[in-house]
């Protein structure tokens, strides 16, 4: 497994951003799809966005179409994921993964990935 970190995380009011960052460690960011989940308090883990090997092919969760944006950045090995129009809902510690197998896809499962960050909370207030 690798070791990601996750950052940016903290508390935001309803209507605001948030732009969380992970670290990925060089040999990985190139060969592996990325993806981000969340879990909020008594939920299990849920799918939020991932993005392919080359950041041309990403995929969202309908609960976060439209609002959230994920991209990659070769430069820092670093995947990031964009918040906007934030709802109490999103309320949740947020996660990065990477997916080694197939980099070209995207995938919305949490048996894709094999590598996990610690974790960032995001608390969105109403």
């Known amino acids: 497994q690798e070791q990601l970190v996750e950052s940016g995380g903290g508390l935001v009011q309803a209507g605001g951003s948030l732009r969380l960052s992970c670290a990925v460690p060089?040999?990985?960011?190139?060969?592996?799809?990325m993806g981000w989940f969340r879990r909020a308090p008594g939920k299990d883990r849920e799918f939020v966005a991932s993005?392919?090997?080359?950041?041309?092919?990403?995929a969202y969760s309908d609960s976060v179409k439209g609002r959230f944006t994920i991209s990659r950045e070769n430069v820092n090995s670093t995947v990031y994921l964009q918040m906007d129009t934030l709802k109490p809902e999103d309320t949740a510690v947020y996660f990065c993964?990477?997916?080694?197998?197939?980099?070209?896809?995207?995938?919305?499962?949490?048996?894709?990935?094999?590598?996990w960050g610690q974790g960032t909370q995001v608390t969105v207030s109403s």
């Open positions: 993964a990477a997916a080694p197998n197939r980099p070209w896809m995207v995938f919305t499962t949490v048996a894709d990935y094999v590598s």
């Open positions: 060089e040999r990985t960011f190139g060969t592996h799809t």
């Open positions: 993005i392919n090997w080359t950041g041309g092919r990403t």
